[in-house]
């Protein structure tokens, strides 16, 4: 397993930018696909998006389409989300997760990643 490390959460105006980061240590990072789930306060985590192994592939979630963008430096062991027009409804704690495959890269499911960050808050004033 990788380990995770989130960084660039922060208080952000609607319609502003955050860009959040993920830090992996292990030497295998590019063998894991990786998301970013978010959970806002009462309620469940949810899918934001996710990112192939090699980076070539990803998966966005409706609500944020055309606003984040995911992308990934296995050179650096690196993952970020880059997060614009941001809203209120976008306030939630991220998560990084790593979800190491065999086949198939991409999942929605929570249970499907193994390797959890603690997480980072964002929280977006109207």
């Known amino acids: 397993q990788v380990q995770l490390v989130e960084s660039g959460g922060g208080l952000a105006q609607a319609g502003g930018s955050l860009r959040l980061s993920c830090a992996a240590s292990?030497?295998?990072?590019?063998?894991?696909?990786m998301g970013w789930f978010r959970r806002a306060p009462g309620k469940e985590r949810d899918f934001v998006v996710a990112?192939?192994?090699?980076?070539?592939?990803?998966y966005y979630a409706d609500s944020v389409k055309g606003r984040f963008t995911i992308s990934r430096d296995n050179a650096k062991n690196m993952v970020y989300l880059q997060m614009n027009s941001l809203k209120p409804e976008d306030t939630a704690v991220y998560y990084c997760?790593?979800?190491?495959?065999?086949?198939?890269?991409?999942?929605?499911?929570?249970?499907?990643?193994?390797?959890w960050g603690p997480g980072t808050q964002v929280t977006v004033s109207s």
């Open positions: 990112i192939s192994g090699s980076g070539d592939s990803t």
């Open positions: 997760a790593a979800r190491r495959y065999a086949g198939s890269w991409l999942s929605f499911k929570d249970v499907a990643y193994d390797s």
């Open positions: 292990g030497r295998t990072f590019g063998s894991y696909a």
